[in-house]
């Protein structure tokens, strides 16, 4: 699409209703709202019936000591039966649940009795090893069935798993065993990225020489790259020796509901992480009815596909828990979108003929920066429902997707949720919505979330403040892991009874929820709070820009001075007169208070691996401060490059 017809779609603001044939058949339909307003426990208690319960819950709510709450607190159920030995119970053994897509083309398709026999034999690999209910086990593993397969199997048998994404260091990863107190590590000899294999087992060995990490007694290995590894004799055990040797016979034993399922680390881009601590029946039943009801799942004839890793929520909910749950196929690829080239991803839905995608606006925005021709070489006409998760989508990327990766006919889903909620939170429905690009639009049915103000008053349409939860919710955090306190502090101090979500946001003249950003990168610009999103967005829509980041630095006339990092496309040159060009273009979209005091290109932005931009880092250059902790930025030498730029930003100032 040229850049004029872009700029005119998103003139015209356009609506773009859900495709007839869709709401015709959709899972979800509007009378969901109106179900779960009326009866909200009700509507609820009916979705925890899309599970397998050895016991049946007989209440769904126990909210009496607020907010630490208990739901289906009296059923009893495994989670793993209900991922796993239930569809193949039902008839459905031979359905395949992954199609796995190893970076060198490797390929592998697990069935549902494929994946009970792996999940039963792990599980008893685990007893074997001493693992018992309740043992915290770490995993740190590359994109694998594997991977999958233990994180079931822990589950299985009642031991909370805590995955640590594969791309930390060793530090990180013994930060996290030391805090979950885990006495098992599953690992993997390496993965592929990039082309290369890289070794995951040294961070291992590494994080282990640290105090706090003795009390782990095993390190479960799998062999993937079959490289030289360095072993510990009676630490390490290799998953093929110990796992194929098992029994494929284990019988599943039913845990309370509010037993813990998982802790993850929110990834979190300032501070020390927190273990977020999800339970297993409230957290499984809404995984389960928001992967249903979002992204309209026909578990009969989609191929879904999420390109999350699941050492991040994402993974957790929507690759391992809901989709399983739910009996659905879906896809695993192991590396990166550019290998071996930039078509990876698009060749891969063509050859899977993948029908839901459910994918980041980083990587949006990235396939939009390698340009319009890539994806238009492959066929994707296979796609029906695009989804976008963890981060505002800025309506550019947000047409930009529907039309080059969806044919203009695929509803594109914009789900806001975070690692504590567990589960998707607002997002249109795409049978029903009427969907707005850069709008995540609605509470889900059973959902409560609005916005306030200073004061907690709800904000009338049209105005800004703070995304609050209002009732709680069946995937919620129980607590942070060992700090019921931070928890308290964190999510329930700033405004009575209120989840506090930490992200800014606004409702527009119909009341639909647009996000703007954590709210402490909003900015204070001479009295006037600017949201980082809301400026990032303008500057996108500049057809020079690629991406922005944007930060407040401490200045000394207007409190903040707007400082904006920005990655020009492919063939824009860079010079003082875009530079003013680029000021103008915000101060025209956004008002003069919103002009950018400095405006910097770069050719990277600094991003946690999960693809958060880290403004902290940026306010650090923007303020010439030494840079804080850098451990879990993707590639360090990015701050260095942007450092050496900085002179150039002094000269560009008023
Ligand atoms: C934070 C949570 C949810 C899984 C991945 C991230 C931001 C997430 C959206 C969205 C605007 C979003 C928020 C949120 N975020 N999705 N659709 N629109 N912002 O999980 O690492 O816990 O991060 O990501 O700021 O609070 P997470």
Known sequence: MSNESLANLLKEERRFAPPAELAANANVTAEAYERAKADR??????????????????????????????????GRLNVAYNCVDRHV????????????????????????????????????ALIELGVQTGDRVAIYMPMIPETVVAMLACARIGAP?????????????????QDADARVVITADGGYRRGKPSALKPAVDEALTQPGTEKVRNVLV???????????????VWWHELVDRQSEEHTPQAFEAEHPLFILYTSGTTGKPKGILHTSGGYLTQAAYTHHAVFDLKP????????????????????????????????IYEGTPDTP????????????????????PTAIRTCMKWGDD???????????????????????????????????????????????????????????????????????PGISATVVDDEANEVPNGSGGYLVLTEPWPSMLRTIWGDDQRYLDTYW???????????????????????????????????????????????????????????????????????????????????????EELRAHVAKHLGPIAKPKRILPVDELPKTRSGKIMRRLLRDVAENRDLGDVTTLTDSTVMTLIQSKLPGAASSED
């Open 89 to 124: 119970e039902a008839g459905l053994g031979d359905r395949v649940a992954i199609h796995f897509e190893g970076e060198p083309g490797d390929t592998r398709a697990i069935t549902y009795a494929d994946l009970r026999r792996e999940v039963s034999k792990a599980a008893n």
């Open 222 to 236: 799998v062999r993937r790259t079959g490289e030289e590894t360095a072993w510990t004799e009676g630490r390490d």
């Open 493 to 579: 101090s700033r405004f009575q009874n209120r989840y506090f979500a930490g992200d800014g946001a606004k409702k527009d003249e119909d009341g639909d929820i647009w996000l703007l950003g954590r709210v402490d990168d909003v900015m204070l610009v001479s009295g006037h709070n600017i949201s980082t999103t809301e400026v990032e967005s303008a500057l996108v829509s500049h057809p020079k820009v690629a991406e922005a980041a944007v930060v407040g630095a401490t200045d000394p006339q207007t409190t903040q001075a707007i400082c904006a990092f920005v990655i020009l496309r492919g063939s824009a040159a860079e010079d003082e007169g875009l530079v």
């Open 374 to 444: 890539i994806p238009a070489k492959f066929d994707l006409s296979s796609l029906r429902v695009l989804g976008s998760v963890g981060e505002p989508i800025n309506p550019e990327a947000w047409v930009w997707y529907r039309h080059n990766i969806g044919g203009d006919r695929t509803p594109v889903v914009d789900t806001w949720w975070q690692t504590e909620t567990g589960a998707i939170m607002i997002s249109p429905l795409p049978g029903v919505t009427e969907a707005k690009p850069g709008s995540a639009q609605v509470p889900l």
């Open 341 to 360: 080239h930039k078509g990876r991803w698009w060749e891969i839905v063509e050859k899977y003929k993948v029908t839901i995608l459910y994918t980041a």
């Open 300 to 331: 009969e004839t989609d191929v879904y596909w999420c390109t999350a890793d699941v050492g991040w929520v994402t993974g957790h909910s929507y690759i391992v828990y809901g989709p399983l749950a739910n009996g659905a196929t879906q896809v």
């Open 41 to 74: 426990l009700g509507f609820w208690a009916e979705q925890a019936r899309r599970l397998s319960w050895e016991t049946e819950p007989t209440e769904a709510l126990d909210w009496s000591n607020p907010p630490f709450a208990k739901w289906f607190k009296d």
């Open 161 to 177: 798993h805590s995955l640590v994404f594969g791309g930390f260091s060793s530090d990180a990863l013994a930060t996290r065993i």
